[in-house]
């Protein structure tokens, strides 16, 4: 039966079961997101400077071959996280499954790789029309009712926006699981298993994203405290603040012991996030799916 405890269960399952698996998904996220670091921290400064009061334009031509690197860096580390992310689902879904800590490289994981480009892509169009809309209904009401009400119906307006999003998020929220449980590209299905169960899932994923937002707060006071502290300090002197975001921008790994630490704990709180997050979907995938049809690997071996 398909409950927020169940689901949340789902989450913490791996943590609980295969706590060797998450600790070399963290071992293999920290290492990426220090790699990553590493290399974009140089990247920044030109940016920096081009926001500063006499923008260089060398540096403004060095930003832009700098964003194009970055993207690329961006993009290699999502694919990375995806891979994990699959691996994360497959402990629920086909615990079996040989693998080192279930991560792989073959047609499950292009997949799931091409199914998340495809809904991002989709979700960016999809944000893009909805601000339009909601632009033009602003400068309708506003001509209709007065400027007084151009505010109120924006906000309005925006959280509507952020609510059909959340909810095709939640209704689509089934299709990675289901297209490692199926072996093919699904997503139709994911939207006719939820239906119904939309509260049910989103309490679950509330409730996860909770965790590790409380444990994301708690990483940020300790290891970035006084930055932010300076931050709030000198949040009215714009030089000051872009000096400080250069300096710890621009600071070598070696002389940021206190990053070190970031990235270690940042490291263990994503591979969290993939196993609380892969694994209570996959288990709403499970719950939903298997008496349909059951996973692949299992029909292939009763063949």
Not at 142 to 169: K, N
Request: proline residues 6%.
């Amino acid at each position: 039966m398909l409950t927020v405890g169940t689901v949340a269960a789902g989450g913490f399952a791996t943590l609980r079961t295969r706590p060797w698996a998450v600790a070399i998904w963290a071992i293999v996220y920290i290492a990426a997101a220090v790699a990553v670091g590493m290399m974009v921290r140089p990247m920044i400064a030109p940016m920096i400077m081009v926001n500063g009061p006499n923008p260089d334009p060398q540096a403004l031509s060095q930003m832009m071959t700098m964003m194009s690197r970055m993207f690329l860096l961006e993009f290699v580390y999502l694919i990375l996280i995806l891979i994990l992310l699959t691996a994360a689902m497959r402990a629920v879904i086909r615990p079996e499954a040989p693998g080192f800590a279930y991560i792989r490289l073959g047609g499950d994981e292009l997949r799931i790789v091409g199914l998340s480009i495809f809904l991002v892509v989709a979700f960016y169009i999809a944000m893009i029309v909805g601000v339009i809309v909601v632009g033009v209904i602003v400068v309708a009401v506003t001509g209709a009712a007065g400027p007084a009400a151009a505010a109120p119906a924006a906000i309005l307006e925006a959280l509507v926006l952020i609510g059909v999003f959340v909810y095709a998020e939640v209704r689509l929220s089934l299709a990675l699981p289901l297209t490692l449980l199926r072996g093919q590209f699904v997503l139709a299905e994911s939207w006719r298993l939820t239906r119904g169960r939309f509260w049910t899932l989103l309490g679950a994923y509330l409730l996860l994203f909770l965790i590790i937002f409380l444990l994301w707060l708690v990483v940020a006071a300790i290891t970035f405290g006084p930055y932010f502290a300076n931050l709030i300090a000198h949040r009215g002197d714009p030089e000051a603040l872009r000096a400080m975001a250069h300096a710890q921008m621009t600071r070598p790994f070696s002389m940021m012991p206190m990053a070190l630490v970031a990235a270690g704990l940042s490291g263990v709180l994503g591979a969290l996030s993939l196993a609380f997050f892969g694994g209570a979907s996959a288990t709403a995938a499970r719950i939903l799916a298997e008496p349909i049809d059951p996973p692949r690997d299992a029909a292939a071996a009763s063949a």
